[in-house]
């Protein structure tokens, strides 16, 4: 399967822990965005990065959030200092070319965090 | 952020035509019109897009207004496996940002 893989599926966390979340993109594309889904919410955009370099972070909270795509490896989605409203599923997508263009996004199954 | 509107649900019976509307009355000419859904428990699953033309694939069919500013994604024999929530999104395609807004979209019940 050269579907997007997202680890892992379900996490748990205490309060003020670190979570880490990873994501490894479909074969040749080196395109990744991070996205956030709340319970019975819609899903909201958090950050776009190429390889070593963060595009657009707009969607990410000012703190505690950081997002890297190294040259070498899975995107890492890091939550410093967790807090219960940080219990949701995060969502990682990839595509062949940047931007929204017309190249479609290729989900993971996401990542579900829970925070006790 | 918000510019498609969606029927919050809808309803078909197994093995008939679904149609899906999706209204963004302030589309620009730049803006492609992307259709994604959601399964439960899964990620985003991508269905099609298009410009100004109909477009069909595997998945579905797109049918685009002339004047743009509707669409229409259609399932052709819906099964239970198409009951999903569909999001109708529109992208620049001169925009360098990758967000996608994924708005409320529309939950799709589909009856044995």
């Known amino acids: 399967n050269a579907g997007v893989m997202q680890n892992p599926r379900h996490l748990v966390r205490r309060r003020g822990q670190e979570a880490r979340l990873r994501c490894s993109p479909m074969?040749?594309?080196?395109?990744v965005y991070w996205y956030r889904q709340l319970p019975e919410e819609g899903l909201k955009f958090m950050v776009y990065?190429?390889?070593?370099?963060?595009?657009?972070e707009s969607g990410m909270p000012k703190e505690r959030f950081s997002a890297e795509f190294p040259k070498e490896g899975p995107s890492i989605l890091r939550i410093q200092q967790v807090v219960r409203g940080d219990s949701a599923a995060y969502f990682c997508?990839?595509?062949?070319?940047?931007?929204?263009?017309?190249?479609?996004?290729?989900f993971g199954d996401g990542t579900r965090l829970s925070i006790l | 952020d918000a510019k498609t509107t969606q029927p919050n649900s809808m309803e078909s019976n197994e093995e008939e035509p679904v149609h899906l509307p999706c209204n963004h009355s302030?589309?620009?000419?730049?803006?492609?019109i992307h259709w994604y859904r959601q399964l439960p428990s899964q990620g985003p699953e991508y269905v099609i897009h298009?410009?100004?033309s109909n477009v069909n694939n595997r998945m579905a069919s797109l049918a685009i207004a002339e004047d743009r500013k509707s669409s229409t994604l259609i399932l052709h024999r819906a099964t239970l496996r198409d009951a999903a929530v569909y999001y109708c999104?529109?992208?620049?395609?001169?925009?360098?940002?990758?967000?996608?807004?994924f708005g409320r979209g529309t939950q799709l019940t589909v009856w044995p």
């Open positions: 997508a990839s595509s062949l070319g940047g931007g929204q263009g017309v190249q479609p996004q290729h």
């Open positions: 074969k040749g594309h080196s395109h």
């Open positions: 990065l190429q390889k070593e370099n963060i595009i657009d």
């Open positions: 302030t589309i620009s000419g730049t803006d492609y």
């Open positions: 298009g410009l100004t």
């Open positions: 999104i529109l992208s620049d395609r001169g925009s360098t940002l990758g967000r996608l807004y």
